[in-house]
């Protein structure tokens, strides 16, 4: 089978310890050199990024912005490619040796096929372990269609195939409409807007090491504070705009606006500002779009963490403060 050439999109800030780690594992795929496209977007780093990337010379392509977000850094990767298919790499993880070839001939064989992902080795830098992610086996080695697929996640408030597992059909990324406010959600989005219009394929092996270091680019740890929360839930309103005016299930925009909400009382009890207005209004939204969730609306609830969210301020201060006595 003839390889078509494909564009491996690595947007990076301030990794230039990583950097080339990235780079090198790119450039050891089992797949032609020749049709192996590299594109490194620097969202505004100000450490040696740009030196450690122009020792590469032409074997990558080199683009700077100012610090707009990952966002729009992944925007002009995605305008620039020029490959079949684009995969996405973020700067501190890495492609495993078989990557871009298993994937490819799975996308090869099914035209149908818009999204090809599958699990990452999590690799913890502090205690140097590396575990799989937890894909569950439904969703191994078969077609799923996009929507059904998404439904399937935000019932369960998770989200995987995005991130340096991310692979799809250059034309669907091309036409996605990115706004740099989508920033923090960056990888939730491209997963959202690809599934939505057409299959998806989840192959059984790693073929990605997402690397844990505590500073990841690519996601804010809501145990950051104010700031961070504050940054994920602009990011998941600009993602709601999105969903509002244009062509996704009903449910699916429900369940979003669901989970910003979920979200909003999440950092209004870090702040120690949850007042009784907001729970209410947490429970008003849950019971109008009950009918809409349907049965599974028990167990949207415990996986949005709706009865947690319910306990006032005072009293989960409490039992945090009592949990730590417990034996």
């Known amino acids: ?132 992610e937890p894909i569950p086996s439904s969703i191994i080695g078969r077609k799923i269609l996009g929507r059904k697929f998404l439904s399937f996640l935000y019932r369960r408030n998770i989200l995987f195939g995005g991130g340096s597992t991310f692979a799809a059909r250059t034309p669907i990324l091309k036409d996605l409409f990115i706004s740099k406010e989508i920033d923090m959600m960056t990888d939730e989005y491209l997963v959202l807007s690809t599934l939505n219009q057409g299959y998806s394929f989840f192959l059984k092996e790693p073929l990605s090491v997402w690397r844990i270091h505590g500073n990841n680019y690519s996601n804010t740890n809501p145990n950051d504070g104010y700031e961070g929360l504050m940054k994920n839930i602009k990011s998941m309103e600009a993602i709601l705009t999105i969903l509002s005016n244009n062509d996704f299930e009903d449910s699916l925009k429900k369940l979003y606006k669901f989970k910003i909400t979920i979200a909003k009382l999440a950092m209004q009890e870090k702040v120690g500002n949850k007042s009784f207005d907001d729970i209410v209004n947490m429970w008003v939204e849950l019971m109008r779009n ?31 403060m009592a949990k730590r006595f417990l034996p």
Not at 6 to 35: D, G, M
Not at 294 to 307: A, F
Request: include cysteine; glycine fraction near 4%; proline fraction near 4%.
């Open 1 to 132: 089978m003839r390889k078509p050439l494909v564009s491996v999109i690595i947007p990076t800030y301030n990794y230039a310890e990583f950097i080339c780690e990235a780079i090198n594992s790119v450039l050891k795929q089992n797949f032609p050199q020749h049709l192996i496209e590299i594109i490194i977007v620097d969202d505004g780093s100000i450490d040696d990024t740009s030196d450690k990337i122009k020792s590469y010379g032409n074997a990558v392509k080199y683009f700077y912005q100012e610090n707009i977000g990952k966002a729009w850094a992944t925007k002009i990767g995605i305008e620039n490619a020029q490959g079949k298919y684009i995969f996405n790499l973020d700067a501190d993880d890495l492609f495993l040796p078989d990557k871009l070839h298993n994937v490819v001939n799975i996308f090869e064989q099914n035209k149908d096929i818009v999204h090809v992902s599958h699990p990452a080795f999590c690799w913890n830098v502090k205690t140097n372990t590396k575990t799989v």
């Open 290 to 320: 009950a009918k809409i969730f349907g049965p599974n609306i028990v167990n949207i609830m415990k996986c949005y963490t709706v009865l947690n969210r319910t306990i006032p301020t005072r009293v989960l201060n409490v039992c945090k």
